[in-house]
């Protein structure tokens, strides 16, 4: 026989049998692949990894260990995939569970530059780093998590519900971790993706450095917060001491005794200065533009409490639905600049700063902003005031000249020796995708099509770009509610696109979908005419959502639930339908999709399961205390 070798084969752990050992997956980042020693077979070895799955290969072997034909076990074509997702976070994992589920496709590959699932949440590990919407709106509505320890969940919190999901979902063996992609690009022969991809793990690089994949469908999943933004000041390069940045922060450096300065005063630095504080001689906040900052009434959430949400479901409903009802709510104070919303947070705002800050008077005028509420992000905090009063935390209010070797000098002339410089400068959060290389159709690329700022069809499918998808994209971010909310019908809406390419598949029928652009021109129109009015829009403050010449990129200016309606359903006559497969698509006009409707106030048969529930919990309550009945649920 010829081109013999041994065949790596995923399998699920229960099956291992004896004499099989496992062996590390150097594909997929996962122990979960086996090496069965006497399993070979004829043919070129680029064929030995892929289709050939054990029961081809030895039905033997395949009875001993019981493996079922058919059986899904992840993608077994390394270079070709019907999915590719980039990225792992919140919208990767949610995205790749509604494939699983809705489009019964199993041949899906997540691509993660990381070394573990979470996005954001696994990225920023700084100090203090947490959520600033509350938990029990911070968790897909088909895993809740009713264990939160507080309502405002932290960055551990948070990654570790992540990596729990993307356990008991089985996502793991589809993730290929410590993988950047380059360039995505679209081959029109072939109707189908090219993504170029580049490995940054030891062991990785050994076997390949870079290698292509195509796939049938594409889906952008590395939303708008990933790419650190670090401050364009001269000379930030010759500084000798440390320089780190908020999203990369380092935790070997030893932080005691240290003068340290924070260049940014947004959300990062007001979770990052109350605990620096603690340990470091000296903290120095280089403000340029104050925000409004308003209190967090942050609390731990009590074992009773946890107990009740997670053994009595219809408590738990009706929290998350007043939360999401508040949340909706709030919408007018952050969104339009004369309601009487936006006035109550600016008087909650300044109450609390002089409160806090009564012994600093000097520092109110500093630290009051002259916009509206909502043009910059508003800033819930329950320590950040009170860590200023600190005597080792100063604030500085003029502009930075320049960065030295030792420190840093303002345009009068002084100059301020540190240790540690702290970038808490945000991401480059306009520039979507940034830095992978897209081209679409007839190879133009994503840059030119977006020369006027980046711009989407209700944020998830992009003109030129044909079987594309993105999540969290452009004008979807929002600055009231959570975005678990936004993703879940981002998700939703695409899984709907995909089904259709899939089957199309099956029948050996090609399909290509991409969104008109007379429907995406006159959808961003109407899009930037609402925003126009809004207080994202307010010439007075700059922010992280919107361009230099004021176009507002990044944020949607409704509620949630009218998004949530809009995705409810699919308009095909909203998209170009091309291929074998097209007249299929054509016969439907429309697919409803419908959502999920977490803001319905409680019915009364609920209250009834509510009041039963309440009885029986209370009963287990106190035969075995809730802390023995949680740790047994877990």
């Known amino acids: 026989m010829e081109n013999l070798r041994p065949t790596l084969l995923v399998f699920n752990p229960s099956w291992v049998c004896q004499f099989t050992t496992l062996i590390p997956d150097t594909y997929l980042g996962t122990p979960t692949q086996l090496h069965f020693p006497g399993v070979v077979k004829n043919g070129p070895p680029q064929l030995m990894r892929g289709k050939h799955r054990l029961h081809d290969v030895s039905p033997k072997l395949a009875k001993m260990t019981?493996?079922?034909?058919?059986?899904?076990?992840?993608?077994?074509?390394?270079?070709?995939?019907?999915?590719?997702?980039?990225?792992?976070?919140?919208?990767?994992?949610?995205?790749?569970?509604?494939?699983?589920?809705?489009?019964?496709?199993?041949?899906?590959?997540?691509?993660?530059?990381?070394?573990?699932?979470?996005?954001?949440?696994?990225?920023?590990?700084?100090?203090?780093?947490?959520?600033?919407?509350?938990?029990?709106?911070?968790?897909?509505?088909?895993?809740?998590?009713?264990?939160?320890?507080?309502?405002?969940?932290?960055?551990?919190?948070?990654?570790?519900?992540?990596?729990?999901?993307?356990?008991?979902?089985?996502?793991?063996?589809?993730?290929?971790?410590?993988?950047t992609v380059q360039e995505a690009r679209w081959d029109d022969k072939q109707l189908k993706w090219k993504v170029s991809v580049a490995t940054s793990g030891a062991k990785d690089t050994q076997f390949h450095e870079s290698y292509d994949i195509t796939t049938d469908f594409l889906v952008s999943a590395v939303g708008q917060l990933n790419v650190p933004s670090w401050p364009s000041i001269p000379g930030l390069d010759d500084f000798t001491g440390k320089l780190m940045h908020s999203a990369r922060w380092d935790w070997t450096y030893d932080f005691t005794g240290k003068r340290v300065a924070i260049i940014g005063n947004g959300a990062t630095c007001a979770q990052i200065v109350p605990e620096l504080a603690k340990s470091v001689s000296q903290v120095t906040v280089y403000q340029r533009t104050p925000n409004w900052v308003i209190p967090r009434y942050d609390t731990s959430i009590s074992s009773i409490q946890r107990f009740l949400l997670s053994y009595v479901p219809p408590i738990r409903w009706c929290k998350r639905a007043l939360m999401m009802q508040a949340r909706e709510f709030s919408h007018d104070a952050i969104a339009k600049s004369d309601s009487a919303m936006a006035g109550f947070i600016r008087k909650m705002a300044i109450d609390a700063m002089k409160s806090q800050l009564c012994d600093k008077p000097e520092l109110w005028d500093k630290l009051t902003p002259d916009y509206s509420p909502g043009c910059k992000r508003v800033i819930p905090s329950d320590d950040y005031f009170p860590a200023l009063n600190k005597k080792n935390v100063h604030l500085e209010t003029r502009p930075i000249q320049r960065v030295t070797e030792s420190g840093i000098e303002t345009t009068d002339g002084a100059l301020q020796e540190y240790d540690l410089i702290v970038a808490a400068t945000g991401f480059r959060s306009v520039e979507f995708m940034h830095p992978i290389q897209v081209y679409g159709r007839n190879g133009r690329p994503v840059s030119d099509v977006w020369k006027d700022g980046a711009a989407a069809y209700y944020g998830v499918t992009v003109e030129n770009l044909p079987n594309f998808g993105m999540l969290y994209g452009p004008n979807t971010n929002l600055g009231h509610n959570s975005i678990i909310l936004m993703v879940e019908a981002q998700s939703r809406y695409l899984t709907t696109l995909i089904s259709e390419v899939v089957r199309a598949k099956a029948r050996s029928d090609s399909l290509v979908l991409q969104p008109r652009s007379d429907v995406v021109a006159a959808f961003n129109d109407r899009l930037q005419k609402e925003l126009e009015g809004s207080t994202f829009a307010d010439p007075q403050c700059?922010?992280?959502?919107?361009?230099?010449?004021?176009?507002?990129?990044?944020?949607?200016?409704?509620?949630v639930v009218q998004y949530q309606k809009d995705m409810s359903r699919v308009q095909w006559e909203d998209y170009l339908i091309e291929g074998t497969g097209k007249s299929v698509v054509e016969r439907k006009k429309s697919t409803n999709i419908g959502r999920v409707q977490e803001e319905l106030p409680v019915r009364s048969s609920t209250l009834v399961l509510g009041a039963l529930g309440v009885a029986l919990a209370v009963g287990g309550y106190y035969m075995n205390g809730p802390k023995a009945l949680l740790q047994r649920r877990r």
Not at 82 to 95: D, K, N, P, Q, R
Request: with cysteine; aromatic share 14%.
């Open 66 to 179: 019981g493996f079922q034909a058919g059986r899904p076990v992840g993608n077994h074509d390394y270079t070709s995939s019907t999915v590719v997702i980039i990225g792992a976070g919140i919208s990767g994992l949610c995205m790749a569970i509604d494939v699983i589920k809705r489009s019964q496709c199993r041949n899906i590959v997540i691509l993660e530059k990381g070394s573990q699932v979470g996005g954001t949440w696994s990225d920023n590990r700084y100090p203090g780093c947490a959520c600033d919407i509350w938990s029990t709106l911070y968790s897909f509505s088909f895993e809740q998590k009713t264990d939160w320890t507080r309502e405002y969940p932290g960055q551990e919190e948070i990654r570790d519900y992540l990596l729990h999901v993307a356990e008991k979902y089985g996502l793991y063996k589809y993730i290929r971790f410590n993988t």
């Open 542 to 559: 700059h922010s992280w959502y919107k361009l230099e010449n004021g176009r507002i990129t990044n944020n949607w200016p409704g509620r």
